[in-house]
């Protein structure tokens, strides 16, 4: 009769043992939730410097990837970081400052890292900014130097009076950019007005009326202007106004200089953050939001020469 009664515990024990293992992750292979603002190649390339991070550091059969475009819609991402929730992943990285809003506000419990996000602080609406969020939300960010892009139109345009601020005026970083750059640009005596455009139906004339009033334009890290930089370029290139550019993606498409950092690197920082927390069991709260290690002055050789602009040996042409 003992002898049954210990049989019987030692299957109960087995089967809560089997209960328990069945809830741990499958395979141990970890799920990745990638909600992605648009396609774009700045964004691409953090986000492929994110995959290509996790891969080397994990192995390609450890880790599972839900990658999703939301194509600019900020209900979409929404809806798509919703599902990762829903699905239980592990991690969400969210490319963009909408997916890191939308993401923010899904989930308080599975770590969000941001990337491609250029201040956190007025993403994410948070007062006395210290470097780190202190929720579930860090991130790197993708803010170059904006005294020094202010600088660098001083350098290559100083004869110039009037500087027009083009910008989405539904990207709050965009908004945060313009209102940085501006006081250094008033401080070097320029005149400048902002031209905010609301999405891609009426960039065109927008850009119309910066052309009409600015002898240069300067565009921040701008997500809505790096997915139309073709028609800003069948403004501005007729019209003769050379822009400067906050990245390097908005340079190549219709800009002469950019004083950019690289954003497959900066998604790769991503990536080994979201390894830390993983693996490492780093906590997501404590993470400071880490920026591009480095930056790079560059200019477009083809609008250069369109417009006759003429830049430092110190610049680097943009392949």
Known sequence: MKARKVLAILLAMIMIVSVFAGCGKKDDKYKIGICQLVQHEALDAATKGFRDALVEKLGEDKVDFDEQNASGDSASCTTIVSGFVSDGVDLIMANATAPLQAAASATSEIPVLGTSVTDYASALEIDGWTGTVGTNVSGTSDLAPLDQQAAMIKELFPDAKNVALLYCNAESNSVYQCTVIEEHLKGFGYTVEWFGFNDTSDVNSVAEAACEFADVIYIPTDNTAAANTEAIANVVLPAGIPVIAG??????????????????????????MAYEILVNGAKVSEMPVAYAPEVTYKYNADVCAQLGVTVPDTYVAIG
């Open 247 to 272: 990245e390097e993606g908005i340079c190549k498409g219709c800009g002469v200089a950019t004083l950019s950092i690289d954003y497959y690197d900066l998604g790769y920082q991503t990536g080994l």
